[in-house]
């Protein structure tokens, strides 16, 4: 018998709010997180509005702002989201075996040293060609070494098992926008076969920088809607242009069951089932009739040993972009069937735009306060029908619901797909 999986600790920190509810809060009113973009320069780009984290530094999570410097953004936002959930567990306020105690996060890039990228450049082209050796001898002369050791993917993971001495298993992965809820799913299955009680698990991502503002710009993913843009992210709206670029970190905490019951942990929701496919068709397309997320969707029910008309509720990866809010949507109608119109859908990505690497954990969260609450967050921004787009996305407004099983998409850059469905813990 596999041994079940709950959610004892949660934390937050993305542009709606710095802990988990203050972000419901807002979520629920239907505010934005979205505004001008005011970590670089961007007015020269064609897209110039993100979804910022402001007024919050690593002093609020009671760290060194000295020690912390050289760290990147991603995981100051991964150490205070963290410090968050394992508060709130209280898992590590009793003896905890620490070989028994490990981390499994989707994290992307850290920071890069644009600065000296843009001086490394200008020595190379200094004789109007561009120049390698002159590149690597300014490079070797100017880069900070601990600034590239920072922005590794793994650097989050490793700084998090040294604060909370995790020395249990320990992984990154970075499979794009799914990449914080293939680390649950994966560190689900870690506690499942028995090789850990308690995972740290989450994402944590910041792309709102030139390099990453840049190379959405030219797969045409953002939306241009800069003057208005609060109203820019609109997943499922006719006139959607594009997502809006978030940033941020989530953490829940993940037990064995008997585990969290012995030692009378407070339970979110269960972790129920685990659905992961690759669509094996173009890189940065979906394909047309969306087999890689309706294969995931039918993994995570059948994971959960459940009927697709059970699911109340899904958050859906609801990007605001044509293609994949239609495919979504299709993906939907396939897996639900006649049970698809009576299943509320919403995209709380149209509030607080696209966390990559964060967004799915995030959104995880969401499920299972939804669970908790009985209250289903909006779509806000939905006013033009699409035809292609026709199930009930919560347009606008939050309403009442009650929800015992949700399902948390989650569909990334490369094809990766993973659907993660929750459920109401009842003993």
């Given at each position: ?5 709950v ?12 802990d ?29 509005i ?55 996060l ?6 890069q040293?644009?600065l ?17 050796d ?9 880069l ?35 990449a914080?809820?293939?680390a ?6 870690i ?21 990453g ?20 992210s ?26 969290a ?14 659905g992961t ?13 969306g087999?890689?997320?309706?294969a995931?969707m ?8 459940l ?10 990866h ?18 639900f ?53 026709d ?5 606008n ?31």
């Open positions: 018998m596999r041994r079940r999986v959610v004892t600790g949660v934390g937050m920190i993305n542009p709606m709010g710095h988990v509810q203050t972000v419901w809060s807002g979520l629920q009113e239907g505010k934005s997180g979205v505004g001008y973009t005011t970590l670089f320069d961007a007015s020269g780009f064609p897209t110039r993100s979804a910022e984290v402001k007024n919050w530094d690593i002093t609020d999570a009671g760290e060194s702002a000295e020690q912390w410097k050289h760290r990147g953004r991603h995981t100051k936002f991964a150490a205070g989201a963290a410090k968050q959930a394992i508060a709130d567990s209280g898992v590590l306020d009793q003896d905890l075996d620490p070989t028994r105690f490990g981390i499994y989707g994290s992307g890039e850290g920071n040293d644009f000296a990228f843009s001086q490394m450049m200008a020595a190379s082209l200094a004789d109007g060609e561009y120049d390698a002159k590149f690597i001898r300014k490079g070797m002369e100017i900070n070494p601990a600034l590239e050791l920072e922005q590794e993917p793994n650097m989050p993971a490793a700084h998090l098992a040294g604060m909370f001495n995790a020395q249990g298993p320990n992984y990154n992965c970075l499979t794009a926008c799914a914080s809820s293939q649950v799913g994966e560190a689900t299955e506690i499942r076969r028995g090789d850990a009680d308690v995972m740290l698990s989450g994402g944590t991502h910041s792309m709102i920088h030139p390099f503002v840049t190379g959405f710009n030219l797969l045409t993913a953002l939306s241009e809607r800069n003057d208005e843009p609060t109203k820019a609109r997943p499922f709206d006719a006139t959607r242009d594009g997502f809006v670029l978030g940033e941020g970190s989530a953490m829940v905490v993940l037990e064995e069951l008997e585990f019951r012995r030692r009378g942990a407070t339970i979110y929701g269960e972790v129920l089932g685990y496919t690759a669509d094996a068709y173009r890189i940065t397309d979906i394909p047309p009739d087999h890689g997320g309706i995931s039918r993994m995570s029910i059948a994971d959960a040993k009927n697709p008309e059970d699911i109340g509720y899904v958050n859906a609801g990007t605001s972009t044509t293609v994949n809010d239609k495919v979504e949507t299709l993906a939907c109608r396939t897996v069937g006649e049970a698809a119109d009576k299943i509320p859908v919403s995209s709380t990505k149209s509030m607080m735009g696209h966390l990559i690497a964060a967004a799915g954990v995030t959104e995880m969260i969401v499920c299972l306060l939804t669970i908790r609450d009985s209250v289903l967050p909006p779509t806000i921004n939905y006013h033009n029908p699409d035809p292609l787009c199930l009930d996305y919560v347009p407004e939050a309403r009442p619901g009650k929800v015992r099983y949700a399902l948390n998409n989650s569909f990334g850059f490369g094809g990766q797909n993973v659907t993660l469905c929750l459920g109401r813990f009842d003993g």
